[in-house]
């Protein structure tokens, strides 16, 4: 890893964290329904030490392909399996997320993606675990709502 994709990763890993910082500082009246909801399920944060990365992000994607309804069965803690996809036609950096039982609940965010595809793929990050760390299931949220609300927490560690 080139200490600029260091560098490009660790801004990636500050917007998350910014977005977390943000929710301690407005009310509820302030957030923008679809662009400002659950910022406080977002975070990030980094180890220089021991080279460990968290990410706590909001699946993309889930409108599609029955993905909602997926989302229905999933639960805080359930364990996620993140796959590479560089044959995906939307985007060549895609990481797919899957259930334990391999149901399509969405894709990592593309500006994520994007970051972590080249380091992903030489191997100089490694994705250590991936759970469930929020989720509101359409079923739960208002009849005007489209899609379901999943976020993940990725344990990744950056090989030195």
């Known amino acids: 890893m080139t200490e600029e994709q260091k560098q490009v990763l660790l801004a990636e890993v500050e917007k ?4 977390n910082e943000l929710s301690k500082t407005v ?3 302030w957030y923008d329904p679809g662009m400002m909801e659950y910022l406080d399920q ?6 220089p030490a021991t080279g460990s990365l968290l990410l706590r992000f909001e699946t993309r994607g889930t ?5 909602t309804e997926q989302i229905e069965s999933v639960h805080v803690g359930d364990p996620l399996k993140i796959v590479r996809e560089p044959d995906n036609s939307f985007n060549a950096n895609n990481f797919r997320i899957l259930t334990a039982q391999g149901r399509n609940v969405g ?6 993606c994007n970051v972590i595809a080249s380091l992903f793929d030489e191997g100089s990050l490694l994705i250590d675990s991936a759970a469930v760390s929020f ?3 359409i079923s739960h949220r208002s009849r005007h709502a489209k899609q379901a609300i999943l976020f993940l927490e990725l344990q990744c560690s950056i090989q030195q």
């Open 135 to 137: 989720v509101e299931p």
């Open 27 to 29: 009310g509820p009246d």
């Open 63 to 67: 409108r599609y392909e029955g993905r």
């Open 107 to 112: 894709n990592m965010p593309a500006e994520l």
């Open 16 to 19: 998350l964290h910014q977005r």
């Open 42 to 47: 977002s975070d990030g944060t980094f180890d």
